[in-house]
């Protein structure tokens, strides 16, 4: 990995949309000392239903966007992209670039093997993604690199994202579409359901609910958003790239917020989501 350069430099992270505030929301918390830039290509909006060369292209060019600005390390808060993009991302991009699926299949290996451990018996990991991260497999390829006796089955829940996106997170729609994904896969042996997509995190508290009802006893639910997150702040810390002294603010700490469309409806969404903390949404045009 390169030389990340200067410490007082942004990090950059960008998805799809909203969900990858999911991922900015946990290092709000945990890094308050850092200048962050955040990209929702939201005139292109879902990614999960999109072709793996489709979703490489439009990776690329949230990815200059950022570059441009001069970012030290690049945070990929999209399943979508981290599945099918990352690895040619990092072959062309001289700067450290992180991604959710790892740490996301990590923190649901380390479920499922504690509860397997409660019960005497294997927990299977249920994975909600989009139909590209679904269809990469890349969930079972990650977990298979910590465990080869984790299972993974896997759940498309395509019609998560436009609910996330219009902030339709409670109700009963949401609370329907998710019965709809969830009952195949805790059918299928789930007994630890990883949210394979940050957007899902938005929508916790009905999984979290469906899912106990489905099953008659609460199953744990794993945000991969929340684990990438506790990577970063990891990997920022041993890499010295910090902006300033773990529990110090720095100076240049902020957070911008671009998106490709609509930036107003953005704007109400995410400061639902984070409170007071979102700054003003600027428009930007990718092509
Ligand atoms: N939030 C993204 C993910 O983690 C993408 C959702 C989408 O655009 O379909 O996969």
């Not at 962050?36 to 979703?55: F, K, N, Q, W």
């Not at 996301?104 to 290996?109: E, I, R």
């Not at 957007?199 to 199953?219: C, D, M, N, Q, T």
């Not at 639910?221 to 603010?249: F, N, T």
């Amino acid at each position: 990995m390169a030389d990340a350069g200067e410490s007082a430099a942004p990090l950059g992270v960008f998805d799809s949309g909203l969900g990858g505030l999911t991922v900015v929301h946990a290092l709000l918390e945990e890094l308050p000392a850092e200048h962050i830039i955040y990209l929702g290509d939201t005139a292109r909006v879902p990614y999960g239903t999109r072709s793996a060369e489709t979703v490489v292209r439009y990776a690329r060019s949230c990815a200059k966007v950022l570059t441009d600005r001069g970012v030290k390390a690049l945070v990929i808060a999209c399943n979508t992209v981290s599945a099918v993009a990352l690895d040619i991302l990092r072959a062309e991009l001289d700067l450290p670039i992180i991604g959710v699926v790892e740490p996301g299949a990590q923190a649901g290996a380390r479920e499922a093997e504690a509860r397997a451990k409660a019960l005497g018996s294997p927990v299977k990991i249920g994975v909600l993604g989009t139909q590209g991260t679904i269809a990469s497999g890349a969930y079972p390829r990650a977990v298979s690199q910590i465990s080869t006796r984790l299972e993974v089955v896997g759940q498309a829940a395509p019609l998560l994202v436009p609910l996330v996106e219009e902030g339709w997170l409670e109700g009963e729609v949401p609370e329907l579409a998710v019965r709809r994904y969830l009952e195949p896969l805790i059918g299928a042996g789930a007994g630890v359901v990883v949210l394979g997509c940050t957007h899902y995190p938005l929508l916790k508290s009905v999984i979290e609910r469906v899912a106990a009802e489905i099953a008659g006893h609460p199953i744990p639910v794993v945000d991969s958003a929340h684990a990438a997150s506790a990577m970063v702040v990891e990997w920022i810390s041993q890499g010295r790239i910090a902006a300033a002294p773990r529990g110090e603010r720095a100076a240049s700490a902020r957070l911008e917020v671009l998106v490709t469309d609509r930036p107003a409806s953005f704007a109400d969404v995410a400061s639902r989501f984070l409170g007071e903390r979102v700054p003003e949404v600027f428009q930007i045009d990718l092509s």
